[in-house]
């Protein structure tokens, strides 16, 4: 199947702090890139549809501001949280579809805010 | 809106057993099911995809039915094993950007 892959798999930053994730898929181009945010023991919340070459879709309730999505490319989509607090802690996680429509996910991203 | 649904939230069975996990959605305009599995900290796992236009999909011990009439698919895992503990999740493509998820069904396989 096809490889997404996320990185970093673990953050730990001090609160009011930027966190960067870089979500890349590695054998095929997604035009299309989608974040999640999963709580503890819960599914996946849809937080944004990130678009190459043009801004990205949020979900409501979604602070865009918050949470900055860039597509810059074909194989590259990147959240930044900005000036991350505790509450922001999280497990996030992004996937890309192929043309079939298949779903592949990245490892996951666990951010810790201190 | 489409709503997906699995039952049950979790399901414990003894190594070897033969099991099948429900997932139901309210919308039968889809475009395909898909079955993935997560284990604790990890990202989801494709296991199967299945086309509106499919019946079945098959993968090992793994077999997936899709019924789009009756907004149900089912995942039937033949001779569990303990390596099939994880936490299971079904998805619907409605839309062409669209993906619904289900809240999972956690199973613990005991040796």
């Known amino acids: 199947g096809a490889v997404v892959s996320q990185h970093p798999s673990r953050v730990i930053c001090k609160s009011g702090t930027s966190v960067k994730i870089e979500c890349r898929s590695l054998d095929f181009q997604a035009t299309t890139m989608f974040w999640y945010r999963q709580f503890p023991k819960q599914s996946l919340m849809l937080m944004a549809t990130s678009n190459e070459g043009s801004k990205a879709t949020y979900e409501q309730g979604v602070e865009k501001d918050k949470f900055l999505i860039n597509h810059a490319s074909l194989t590259l989509s990147t959240l930044t949280v900005t000036s991350a607090h505790p509450e922001d802690s999280s497990f996030y996680i992004c996937?890309?579809?192929?043309?079939?429509?298949?779903?592949?996910f990245g490892e996951g991203s666990r951010l810790t805010v201190l | 809106k489409q709503e997906v649904t699995q039952i049950p939230a979790a399901l414990s069975v003894p190594e070897g057993e033969n099991l099948v996990l429900n997932c139901s959605f309210t919308?039968?305009?889809?475009?395909?099911l898909q079955w993935f599995r997560q284990d604790p900290g990890k990202g989801l796992t494709s296991l199967l995809l299945i086309q509106s236009s499919q019946r079945e999909q098959t993968s090992g011990r793994l077999n997936a039915s899709l019924d789009k009439s009756s907004g149900r698919s089912t995942l039937y895992i033949a001779a569990s094993q303990p390596g099939d503990s994880a936490t299971y999740l079904c998805?619907?493509?409605?839309?062409?950007?669209?993906?619904?998820f289900g809240s999972g069904t956690k199973l613990n396989v005991k040796p």
């Open positions: 998805a619907v493509r409605h839309g062409f950007n669209k993906f619904y």
């Open positions: 919308d039968s305009a889809i475009y395909n």
């Open positions: 996937s890309a579809h192929l043309y079939t429509g298949e779903l592949f």
